[in-house]
Nanobody, 124 residues
Framework: QVQLVESGGGLVQAGGSLRLSCAAS????????MGWFRQAPGKEREIVAA????????YYRDSVKGRFTISRDNAKNTVYLEMNSLKPEDTAVYSC?????????????????WGPGTQVPVSS
């Protein structure tokens, strides 16, 4: 079992920055592949970014490339999502998720473990 807890969300103005954290416990974090997903009101969940267990592989959806950065600290069992130049369309509940392999890292349906999520409202 893996427990995930996100933090760092909150109201931010357009153009601002936030750093989300996802703390993991229960299973060897350093062997887990991690993803950040988001779901806006009335919309489907979508991948934001993913990072492999070693950090060697990353993925970003096109709309966040150059603005968001995913990283991890295996010594602290934590994965981060640095979000800069935020836009109102980034408004969503952001959740982290974990899976054992890198296969289909963009597909939320194959992630085994999920955190409860943290809200990120971006005002215009």
């Amino acid at each position: 079992q893996v427990q995930l807890v996100e933090s760092g969300g909150g109201l931010v103005q357009a153009g601002g920055s936030l750093r989300l954290s996802c703390a993991a416990s229960g299973r060897t974090f350093s062997r887990l592949n991690m993803g950040w997903f988001r779901q806006a009101p009335g919309k489907e969940r979508e991948i934001v970014a993913a990072i492999s267990w070693s950090g060697d592989n990353t993925y970003y959806r096109d709309s966040v490339k150059g603005r968001f950065t995913i990283s991890r600290d295996n010594a602290k069992n934590t994965v981060y999502l640095e979000m800069n130049s935020l836009k109102p369309e980034d408004t969503a509940v952001y959740s982290c998720a974990a899976k054992a392999d890198w296969w289909q890292a963009k597909n939320g349906n194959v992630y085994a473990y999920w955190g409860p999520g943290t809200q990120v409202p971006v005002s215009s």
